[in-house]
């Protein structure tokens, strides 16, 4: 599988980096929206952040997982 950068411009899709693929194959095309998408997104994130709804991850019973449970560890 190959992900590249391209621009839609309402009638055409333009690559905006090489691919070398010589023969017909299935893609799966992906809008990743305009800013304000994205701005409207990261409100959402906000509000979730915010809301309240994941609070029950702070409570200690949730923290069942310890560094002894990894099997590799990175160094930083």
């Known amino acids: 599988m190959i992900a590249v ?3 839609f411009d309402g009638k ?3 690559l905006l980096e090489k691919v070398d ?17 994205k701005a409207l997104y990261g409100e959402i994130y906000k509000f979730a952040e915010t809301g309240g709804a994941f609070d029950f991850l702070n409570a ?15 160094r930083k």
């Open 60 to 74: 200690p019973e949730e923290d069942i997982y310890s560094d002894d449970d990894l099997k590799v560890k990175y």
């Open 12 to 14: 055409r899709i333009k």
């Open 21 to 37: 693929i010589k023969e017909p194959q299935e893609v799966i095309i992906t809008f990743l929206g305009t800013s304000e998408d």
């Open 5 to 7: 950068k391209g621009l």
